[in-house]
């Protein structure tokens, strides 16, 4: 089957650095992508890794380990504004079908 | 401004009465899907749909049906919802299906009683 798996919680203080991991098994794998999603709102689109190695925008990073069936979000100087829920994502073919898979999200609680 | 528009935001039903909740981007994007979310489950796909009259299932599409007759539209059709239909609903649009990011639409309360 198809499945990804992310910690549920991960609690840090502001301005640290916090790692979210997600492994994932899936069939046809094109790339995984990470989005954002408060409390009430839509998810939003953060970073995409279609190959091996570290993507940066700004205070976010995620990498991508093919190999391992292995990424991470890594967010730095975190504040406020970065509590909410963190979903992986893969794209999953089977038999030329385009599934999109979510893992069931990590929330992030940053403490003053 | 390029987004992605789900009407009704919220809707409050009853067993068996058909709805339909509509989606629609201005992004001319391919690939459009709709989703539930529902409490420890995180994103389930129901339906996708590649362009024009190609749709397919997603995850999780019994109780549900979907439509693409033109490129920006991909209402969601309950015929008898039921109550276990209650859940968050987002559509999403991206230009293809493989890498691109998805746009998501901000979210159909919908709860069947």
């Known amino acids: 089957g198809q499945s990804l798996e992310q910690p549920s919680e991960v609690t840090a203080v502001e301005g640290a650095i916090v790692q979210i991991n997600c492994t994932y098994q899936?069939?046809?794998?094109?790339?995984l992508s990470w989005y954002q999603q408060h409390d009430g709102g839509a998810p939003t689109f953060l970073s995409y890794?279609?190959?091996?190695g570290l993507e940066e925008t700004g205070r976010f990073s995620s990498f991508l380990s093919r190999s391992d069936s292995y990424g991470y979000l890594l967010l730095q100087e975190l504040q406020m504004k970065d509590s909410a829920s963190y979903f992986c994502a893969v794209v999953g073919v089977t038999s030329g079908t385009y599934k999109y898979i979510f893992g069931t999200g990590t929330r992030l609680k940053v403490l003053a | 401004e390029a987004q992605v528009t789900q009407n009704p935001r919220y809707l409050i039903t009853v067993t068996g009465k058909k709805l339909t909740v509509t989606c629609s981007q201005n992004m001319n994007h391919e690939y459009m899907s709709w989703y539930r979310q529902d409490p420890g489950l995180g994103l389930r796909q129901i339906y996708y749909?590649?362009?024009?009259?190609?749709?397919d299932k997603g995850d999780v599409p019994e109780g549900y049906k979907v439509s693409r007759k033109e490129k920006r539209n991909f209402p969601l059709i309950l015929e008898s919802p039921s109550p276990n239909q209650t859940s968050l609903y987002f559509c999403?649009?991206?230009?293809?299906?493989?890498?691109?990011?998805?746009?998501f639409g901000p979210g159909t309360r919908l709860t069947v009683l």
């Open positions: 999403a649009s991206s230009f293809r299906q493989t890498t691109d990011t998805q746009y």
């Open positions: 890794n279609g190959l091996d």
């Open positions: 899936t069939s046809g794998f094109y790339g």
């Open positions: 749909s590649m362009n024009v009259e190609v749709t």
